[in-house]
């Protein structure tokens, strides 16, 4: 299953925080019903690729239709074709190679 990191920043909007932004992605994406992992600078969902490309496009034009003047979506997409991906597995197999 692919997973897509998206990066929004929402510029020209009066204020240095965009937390409001994430806040409303998350919401976009769990209306969807998919999986997904806040980070400190992105956030990584899970799902089928017409999935996670229909979310990217509504949580980019929902930035904008919130005031922003500018927004810049920054989008990374990991499909693997010889087996499946997903959030839990990317971080386990990190946590593994720890020990």
């Known amino acids: 299953m692919p997973l897509l ?5 929402p510029v020209g909007t009066g204020q240095p925080s965009f937390s409001s932004s994430v806040t409303d ?3 976009t994406i769990e209306e969807r019903g998919l999986n997904y992992q806040v980070t400190p600078t992105a956030t990584v969902i899970e799902g089928d690729l017409d999935d996670l490309m ?7 034009q929902n ?4 005031a922003a003047s500018r927004v810049i979506t920054n989008i990374t997409i990991d499909d693997r ?3 499946n991906l997903s959030l839990k597995k ?7 190679s720890l020990r």
């Open 81 to 83: 074709t010889d087996k």
């Open 25 to 27: 992605a998350v919401r």
């Open 90 to 96: 990317q971080v386990d197999a990190v946590k593994q």
């Open 5 to 9: 990191e998206i990066s929004v920043v």
């Open 54 to 60: 229909e979310v990217a496009k509504e949580i980019h």
């Open 63 to 66: 930035a904008l239709d919130k």
